[in-house]
């Protein structure tokens, strides 16, 4: 159906006479470029002329071109069929598979109204101990992974989608927004060697496309997450990577729009377009989706406005560390920085609570007595402060765990921890019960209590 003819044409926009007056914002519209589409979303409308922004580029169009109405809008597919593929923001496949059936949905849809909503979702154990003692997680928790390279992200986010869907069975959606398309490929080929692409959906706006690639990755991964959770009723995990370039996409869109900006340059829907998207990450009484957003800090500003707003609406967060990664300790988890609302004696229980906020001050109190020891040597330690320094170490080691998805290099078979032999291990290491026991011992493996069954197996 056309609906008006393109009036004037800009780098990243084009302004449109409409026929009719009832097109609205986020419709879909496209012009006939020889034999192709040049396609657009209505960004505003103003009377009779409506701003729109082009999926991808403005070269060959021309003023009175006459424009036509797309049916639905942005949309990805809605299926089973989503699981194994790797898509574009706008819903079209880029790994070279076709789709059996095609059922697609619009990606600005929402599925819940507020009575649906669950907030006190159970905890969604991970078998990971560091996150499950330091950073539990409730079902449809918002957490922040912050993180730069080489200090094992991906790995982890490997491991989690291993471990929730052995547990439970569940699938998981990756979305990258503003990701390098060689980052992108690397995440691809190693999903497939680990054998989890086909337990995974796939969203890419990549870093050198336009802002709307960028801006829509979030809305179409979001709803590929709902299939799972609102028709297949399963809790899903949500990886984000980069949830900053969201904001940053939608920044440059408002800028082409003409809007003044605020501070910073960002857009003044700042606030609005965060909650947007943050809000469609919840848990119902079928389901759930838990979501882990990795979060760039420009010039390691904390105080910065985007990440506040980010910040703002999430649970907690998982700090990896290259400090601790440099020491061998992986998953490299920042223990002092790695935090979670779940973590309450009203939520996890007295006993973890105290155990945890136990832990961190014999960490904290460890890295204090390292200085002392390294100048002044073991022996200058007070009985109770020696102690503290080699249970620490312990501890620390405990924490290290062996991964299912890195056992081709490590060699070591990996374990899924529960929760309780956990909160066993951490309080028998904190009142000296395994202080005879070598530390190097607690290194790589899963609770204690299966390394003792694995030396009693061997013996026998």
């Not at 880029?94 to 909503?117: M, T």
């Amino acid at each position: 159906m056309k609906i008006g003819k393109i009036i004037s044409i800009s780098n990243l926009s084009v302004s449109i006479l409409l026929d009719d007056s009832r097109i609205a914002p986020r419709s879909c519209v496209y012009a006939l470029r020889g034999n192709e589409r040049a396609v657009f979303e209505i960004a505003g409308v103003d009377g009779s002329v409506a701003k729109a922004i082009p999926l991808a580029g403005v070269n060959g169009l021309k003023k009175g071109m006459d424009i036509y109405l797309r049916e639905g809008g942005l949309s990805i597919e809605y299926s089973d069929d989503i699981l194994g593929k790797v898509f574009n923001s706008y819903g079209e496949l880029i790994d070279g598979q076709v789709l059996r059936d095609s059922k697609p949905k619009n990606i600005y849809e929402k599925n819940l109204n507020l009575a649906e909503i669950d907030i006190e979702g159970g905890i969604l154990w991970t078998g990971i101990k560091a996150l499950d003692f330091f950073a539990p997680m409730q079902k449809g928790f918002k957490m922040g992974l912050l993180g730069g390279a080489g200090v094992g992200k991906t790995v982890l986010i490997k491991e989690l989608i291993n471990n929730i869907y052995k547990g439970r069975g569940s699938n998981s959606v990756f979305v990258g927004i503003g990701e390098r398309s060689r980052e992108g490929k690397e995440l691809y080929d190693e999903m497939i060697a680990s054998g989890l692409m086909d337990k995974l959906a796939v969203v890419f706006g990549q870093m050198g496309e336009s802002s709307m690639a960028r801006s829509r990755a979030a809305y179409s991964g979001l709803t590929l997450a709902e299939y799972l959770r609102d028709e297949k009723r399963q809790d899903v995990l949500l990886f984000v990577d980069n949830i900053y370039r969201f904001v940053q996409a939608n920044s440059e869109i408002s800028a082409e729009l003409g809007n003044l900006p605020i501070e910073s340059g960002y857009s003044t829907a700042l606030l609005s377009e965060v909650s947007e998207v943050m809000e469609r990450i919840n848990s119902t009484d079928h389901g759930s989706v838990t979501s882990f957003q990795a979060i760039y800090i420009p010039a390691d500003d904390l105080t910065d406005m985007a990440v506040n707003t980010i910040m703002s609406h999430l649970d907690g967060q998982v700090v990896l560390n290259r400090k601790v990664a440099e020491k061998g300790i992986y998953p490299a988890v920042d223990v002092f920085n790695t935090t979670s609302k779940l973590l309450t004696a009203e939520r996890v229980g007295e006993r973890h609570y105290r155990l945890a906020k136990e832990s961190v001050a014999a960490l904290a109190r460890y890295q204090e007595l390292e200085e002392v020891v390294a100048v002044l040597g073991i022996d200058e330690l007070s009985e109770e402060d020696t102690n503290t320094f080699f249970r620490a170490r312990k501890l620390r080691n405990y924490f290290t765990q062996p991964m299912f998805v890195s056992e081709q290099f490590t060699g070591i078979p990996g374990r899924y921890v529960e929760i309780a032999d956990v909160l066993d291990d951490v309080e028998n290491i904190l009142t000296g019960k395994h202080d005879a026991v070598d530390e190097n011992l607690f290194s790589y493996i899963g609770s204690v209590g299966d390394k003792a069954r694995a030396k009693s197996e061997a013996v026998v």
